[in-house]
């Protein structure tokens, strides 16, 4: 079992930057490709970026790219966001996740483990 808490989410203006952090319990994030969703009102949950466990390989979406960075530091069993250049159009609750397989998916159903996600508002 692994649990992930996230945190550093909070209310910026928009072009502001804002970094979450995702904590997993102590040595259970071992080997897990860990990513970030994130979900709208009203909206599905949607991919955000992911990271394999020797950080060498990362995914984003499309719309993130050039503006997200995802990282990890195994030492920690933390995975972080780097989020710059925010928009109204990303405030969303961002949920970290621990796949179940070793390559990276954006699909959501193959992340086993989740986080309770944290709040991230943007306004203009």
């Known amino acids: 079992q692994v649990q992930l808490v996230e945190s550093g989410g909070g209310l910026v203006q928009a072009g502001d930057s804002l970094r979450l952090s995702c904590a997993a319990s102590s040595g259970s994030s071992s080997g897990y490709v860990m990513g970030w969703f994130r979900q709208a009102p009203g909206k599905e949950r949607e991919f955000v970026a992911a990271i394999t466990w020797t950080g060498l390989s990362t995914s984003y979406a499309d719309s993130m790219k050039g503006r997200f960075t995802i990282s990890r530091d195994n030492s920690k069993n933390t995975v972080y966001l780097q989020m710059s250049s925010l928009k109204p159009e990303d405030t969303a609750v961002y949920y970290c996740?621990?796949?179940?397989?070793?390559?990276?998916?954006?699909?959501?159903?193959?992340?086993?483990?989740w986080g309770q996600g944290t709040q991230v508002t943007v306004f203009s």
């Open positions: 996740a621990a796949s179940a397989y070793a390559l990276i998916y954006d699909d959501v159903t193959t992340y086993k483990f």
